[in-house]
């Protein structure tokens, strides 16, 4: 839905991935693997003995091409503190004098902090991050998203398996692998919500890019399912009801509409039944609160099952989406705008 340049990579082989960037330019390997270990230690980003990161790191592409750019620029006295640092590990190891490592010139790490800005990658703008050696580094997050629930009471089931080798012998009986795997079947009702104003904020107040976030964000959570046991069961099942709503404060989560388990009922099956409660809870809230919705859509497969939604229908997913864009405003929270 975006393209690789506005996304991110999170990994603790960082140095392996400038290593191959680097290489890619001409540099050796082993040299390369040094500078940007090197470069790594400077801002406070330790690499430990196995050439990884202490930690995940979530990084925009555009970080990473940043941090390889400025290794290539910085070559030279990278090279010497990586080649000096060796060799004063090799002189400890040994039981000579301890050499002391010339620093490397601070602007160095004062470019290679000014370029770790988030790099306008829409999945970092959206879950933010949390750098422990550098916090003036974290992202708040603009995006929040709630487990997915059941609306119904579930029953873990059993799918008891067996295997047979087939090139067995023919008088040799018994499976060669058995086992169960647990599973269940039920109606989920997920929930997320986006901070429009730290979405915008945290891409640098570029608002195309913020929209084009928000629309892949939306495009994302309809069509997104788990990937797990996909072979054995086959869940692929779209959401039968898909609500968009864009409000000034006081989110929504409503969940609590099926705090007590949905059951099928009459001609009203699971499903139906499902969308009933979550209009009925809705109506509740509103009669409350007022509706602080500024708008709101709907669709779904059972509209006949709307009560105090029905206002918000619309015929699709896809306009349900392109209306809630049109709708949905960003405010620039940085200086005057």
């Not at 750098?131 to 487990?147: F, R, T, Y």
């Amino acid at each position: 839905l975006l393209d690789a340049d506005l996304l991110s990579k999170r990994t603790k082989r960082l140095v392996e991935e400038m290593t191959k960037r680097l290489a890619a330019r001409g540099a050796p390997e082993e040299s390369a693997r040094a500078v940007a270990t090197a470069l790594l230690n400077e801002i406070g980003l330790k690499v430990v003995k196995d050439g990884k990161t202490e930690y995940l790191l979530f990084l925009a592409e555009s970080e990473i091409n940043a941090a390889v750019e400025l290794a290539a620029q910085q070559w030279s006295a990278l090279n010497t503190a990586a080649e000096q640092a060796r060799a004063q590990a090799q002189a400890g190891t040994g039981g000579g004098g301890r050499g002391k490592v010339d620093p490397l010139p601070k602007e160095i790490k004062t470019e290679m902090l000014r370029r770790l800005d988030g790099g306008r990658a829409a999945d970092l703008a959206l879950f933010g991050r949390m750098i422990a050696n550098l916090p003036d580094k974290n992202v708040e997050a603009a995006c929040q998203v709630a487990h997915a629930i059941s609306t119904n009471k579930v029953d873990v089931e059993f799918d008891f398996y067996t295997a047979v080798d087939d090139l067995k012998p023919d008088d040799t009986a018994g499976a060669d692998m058995l086992g169960t795997v647990e599973f269940n079947s039920a109606c989920f009702y997920r929930y997320a919500n986006v901070d429009t104003t730290q979405l915008l904020t945290n891409l640098g107040g570029d608002e195309g890019l913020a929209r084009s976030t928000l629309d892949a964000f939306l495009r994302a959570s309809v069509a997104a399912i788990p990937t797990g046991k996909q072979n054995s069961m086959a869940a692929h099942n779209p959401p039968s009801l898909v609500m968009i709503t864009a409000r000034k404060r006081s989110q929504w989560n409503l969940a609590n509409a099926f705090i007590r388990p949905i059951r099928p009922y009459g001609e009203t099956d699971l499903i139906q039944a499902s969308v009933v409660a979550l209009d009925t809870y809705w109506g509740r809230l509103t009669d409350m609160y007022g509706s602080a919705y500024e708008s709101a859509w709907v669709a779904t497969t059972e509209p006949d099952k709307l009560a105090r939604l029905a206002t918000f229908k619309q015929q699709s997913v896809e306009q349900a989406i392109a209306a809630a864009l049109g709708s949905v405003t960003f405010r620039d929270t940085r200086g005057d705008r």
